[in-house]
Every structure is written in structure tokens, then in C-alpha cells.
Nanobody, 115 residues
């Protein structure tokens, strides 16, 4: 079983920044693509950023140029650097495999963007 633990969320003003972390348990982390998903109240969960095992990245149009996904295979950790945050970025953020979601959804980490 793979366990994923998200952290780093919090309250930030519009235009501010946050750095999220996703720690993965177990071995073989480095062979999987990983992504960050988010879900706002009343909306579907959406994929906002993805990174392959080789380090190639893709972003949703809504976050391109503002968010950066990265990974550290030694630490079994995926990061999401979020800059120029907007109120519409507010959501619970989750990590999981891409394209296959191989782990159960965890608690996620809450991001609130408000003045």
C-alpha cells in the first residue's frame, strides 16, 4: 500500500505564495508519474499539475505560469510551488499518481486565498 501525506497549505492573501509538499511511503516512488489535484466546494476534483518519472511537467491552463511542480526522488516527495495566488485557487489540494491514481485519497491540505 502506498500512503501519501500532503502538507503546506494555509491562509494566504491574493498575490501571495505557498509551497505544498506530498510525502510518499514505500519504495518504487521514482517510477511513477505524480500530480497535484484540487477540489473546491461544489466542484469536481481537477488535476492542476503533473510530473513524469523523468521530470517532464504539464499544467492546467488555469495555473500555467504561476504554479511549478517538482519532485525529489531521494526524499520520495513531490512539491507544488504556488505563486500569484488567486481566490479561485482556494481548494483542498491532494496528490496522487498520474495518469493512474494508485493510492487512496488522503485528507489533502487546505489552501485558502483571502484578504
Amino acid at each position: 500500500q502506498v500512503h501519501l501525506v500532503e502538507s503546506g497549505g494555509g491562509l494566504v492573501q491574493p498575490g501571495g505564495s505557498l509551497r505544498l509538499s506530498c510525502a510518499a511511503s514505500g519504495s518504487m516512488f521514482s517510477i511513477y508519474g505524480m500530480g497535484w489535484y484540487r477540489q473546491a466546494p461544489g466542484k469536481q476534483r481537477e488535476l492542476v499539475a503533473a510530473i513524469t518519472s523523468g521530470g517532464s511537467t504539464n499544467y492546467a491552463d488555469s495555473v500555467v505560469g504561476r504554479f511549478t511542480i517538482s519532485r525529489d526522488n531521494v526524499k520520495n516527495t513531490v512539491y507544488l510551488q504556488m505563486n500569484s495566488l488567486k481566490p479561485e485557487d482556494a481548494a483542498v489540494y491532494y496528490c496522487n499518481g498520474v495518469p493512474g491514481q494508485f493510492a487512496s485519497w488522503g485528507q489533502g491540505t487546505q489552501v485558502t486565498v483571502s484578504s
